[in-house]
């Protein structure tokens, strides 16, 4: 069957995504919860290759040391049973009143603390069920008013929090990779470290760097009004694309978790030819829920739909690369020339004198139309399926 999702493909969903309950700031929940162990059954029906977890995803925050035990257990006999795999798991620093003013970066020493050991018991988890990927989406790290005067120290406490996190990991022999998760907002009025960019600057500043990378989420650089694809290459050229979190959403809205490629058909197909081209080969995870309007049918349906509009990009992002008038087009907008790039390549005495003597036809280069229209309309036509 054509576009068929299978475990080679690395699609892994949450426990959180399909198993969403439809529950939104104004109305309550609209599907009854669904069994950990349940959701990695239907996943592995459905050709997925993994399933990703907060701590309290699979473990309730009040179970005691048996309960876990044996919820563990269930789910490590349906990951058995169905080969499915965790190669991701996180901490749910959100949830909890506790956590309502920050987590590593609250301004009480008590809840700063107490995030960490959280989180120290979720990596335990996390390592437990082979995750190698542990992110951190800081939800609750930001701000509504600024009166506390906290940012400075946010972000101090922010880089010893993961300092701290990194050098447990190490000491243990879990190896780890960190991947940091960028929202500019929502749940709080600003979040911490609200974009790509941002994560990548303050990556540099800790103590070690070369552990930590990014786990971009379509949905929250919408939010930001950036372009998804643009940021995925800045994090891809610092070596930093560690995992990434596929969804869609509407520019200027509350975080929708759309269905993957249900809006911006465009930059998702951009989207799936970077990821394709650069050599990616981490989990295209999806970080969705069906609609609120949904039953669990629909859920399903949501499910399959995210890895059947992957396939179907990437087949066309294959014909792209194989559509001989689109390929011409290319060649002829990135205008070569030997002889320059010999010149601009690397800086030395000779080549900035050569480069100062040089003479360019600016009214030339000015005149010069790329045929960007073209190349674009012939990029639509191909989506649309008529080339
Ligand atoms: C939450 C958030 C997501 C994060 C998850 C990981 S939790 O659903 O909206 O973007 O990736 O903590
Ligand atoms: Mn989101
Ligand atoms: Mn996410």
Redo the contacts with the bound molecule.
Sequence with gaps: MAYEPKPEHKFTF?LWTVGNVGRDPFGLPTRPPLEPDYIVYKLAEIGAYGVNLHDNDLIPVEATEAERERILKRFKKALQDTGLVVPMATTNLFGDPAFKDGAFTSPDARVRAYAIQKTMRAMDLGAELGAKTY?F?GGREGAEVDAGGNVLDALAHYREALNFLAEYSEDQGYGYRFAL?P?PNEPRGDIYLPVVGAALGFIATLDKPHLFGL?P?V??ETMAGLNFVHAVAQAIDAGKLFHI?L?DQKMGRFDQ?LRFGAENLKTAFFLVKLLEDSGYDGPR?F?AHALRTEDEAGVWEFAKGCMRTYLILKEKAERFGRDREIQDLIGAYKVQDKALARLTAKYSRENARALKGLEFDREALGRRGPGLEWLDQLTVELLLGVR
């Design positions: 949450g992110v989406w998760e929202k786990n989420e949905a929250h979190d969804n978790d995870h970080d």
